[in-house]
């Protein structure tokens, strides 16, 4: 068990350090947009360079790489269009991210894995204890994840989160690969969502919080959600 934590932690690890070098080659202007092509978020190993190299490094990884990634949706950016699965009726039935977004102020935690370690002990119930308030502060939560809708619900059930907590299955990780939110945890279970919180309004993504790897820290906890929803909900 513990060998395998770290195993998914290194690999995680690695894909936030490309993450890191895309955003710093960027910033930098010597990479262009067009440099940086479009496809899914590989985590293959990257060398890991000092900071003073990090913007060469990675344009050099880039332009010599046969891989491709989706750069990282950010803040002011659209939800992408299309499907989540959830259980209706005891059916798993397709929700589109118009039914979960349009109009709505949505608080979305999305996690590596239903059940899991952290995920299960720490990240969602901070949601779940929270949903309340996020409710009265003019929001719904949802929890999304590429497990399948069967998981998602047992998950809800078992930590009391149902009627508090929407479940979102991204069962082929299309939504999470096209915000460039993935990470490739291959034999535990192939790709999954990186952890983040997200706050999206009206389809649009107000405030992100993307974790390093798997880890788990405040940046995505649910007291840093409600704190910026409020901000959110203050600047219409
Ligand atoms: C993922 O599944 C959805 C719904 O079944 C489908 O529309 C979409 O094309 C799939 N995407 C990929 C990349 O397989």
Same mark, same amino acid.
């Given at each position: 068990?513990?060998?395998?934590?770290?195993?998914?932690?290194?690999?995680?690890?690695?894909?936030?350090?490309?993450?890191?070098?895309?955003?710093?080659?960027?910033?930098?202007?010597?990479?262009?947009?067009?440099?940086?092509?479009?496809?899914?978020?590989?985590?293959?190993?990257?060398?890991?360079?000092?900071?003073?190299?990090?913007?060469?490094?990675?344009?050099?990884?880039?332009?010599?790489?046969?891989?491709?990634?989706?750069?990282?949706?950010?803040?002011?950016?659209?939800?992408?269009?299309?499907?989540?699965?959830?259980?209706?009726?005891?059916?798993?039935?397709?929700?589109?991210?118009?039914?979960?977004?349009?109009?709505?102020?949505?608080?979305?935690?999305?996690?590596?894995?239903?059940?899991?370690?952290? +995920?299960? =002990?720490?990240?969602? #119930?901070?949601?779940?204890?929270?949903?309340?308030?996020? %409710? !009265? /502060?003019?929001?719904? @939560?949802? +929890?999304? =994840?590429?497990?399948? #809708?069967?998981?998602?619900?047992?998950?809800?059930?078992? %930590? !009391? /989160?149902?009627?508090? @907590?929407?479940?979102?299955?991204?069962?082929?990780?299309?939504?999470?690969?096209?915000?460039?939110?993935?990470?490739?945890?291959?034999?535990?279970?192939?790709?999954?969502?990186?952890?983040?919180?997200?706050?999206?309004?009206?389809?649009?993504?107000?405030?992100?919080?993307?974790?390093?790897?798997?880890?788990?820290?405040?940046?995505?906890?649910?007291?840093?959600?409600?704190?910026?929803?409020?901000?959110?909900?203050?600047?219409?």
């Amino acid at each position: 068990m513990c060998a395998f934590v770290t195993s998914v932690a290194s690999l995680s690890l690695r894909s936030s350090v490309r993450a890191v070098c895309v955003s710093v080659a960027v910033k930098s202007g010597r990479v262009s947009g067009a440099a940086i092509r479009r496809g899914q978020f590989v985590t293959r190993a990257a060398p890991v360079s000092r900071p003073s190299t990090l913007a060469s490094s990675a344009r050099r990884s880039y332009s010599n790489s046969a891989s491709s990634l989706r750069m990282m949706i950010k803040e002011g950016d659209p939800f992408p269009k299309g499907t989540f699965m959830q259980m209706k009726d005891g059916k798993p039935t397709e929700i589109s991210t118009d039914d979960v977004f349009k109009g709505k102020t949505v608080v979305v935690c999305s996690v590596p894995g239903a059940f899991t370690g952290t +995920c299960n =002990a720490r990240h969602l #119930p901070g949601f779940v204890n929270l949903a309340d308030q996020f %409710r !009265s /502060a003019g929001a719904e @939560v949802a +929890c999304l =994840a590429t497990n399948d #809708p069967f998981v998602m619900e047992a998950w809800m059930k078992m %930590r !009391s /989160a149902e009627g508090k @907590v929407i479940p979102l299955s991204d069962g082929n990780a299309s939504l999470l690969q096209q915000m460039g939110l993935t990470v490739d945890t291959g034999k535990f279970g192939g790709v999954r969502s990186r952890r983040f919180s997200m706050i999206v309004k009206d389809g649009v993504v107000k405030k992100l919080n993307v974790e390093d790897g798997t880890s788990f820290t405040d940046a995505s906890s649910a007291e840093t959600a409600l704190q910026q929803l409020k901000q959110v909900m203050a600047t219409a």
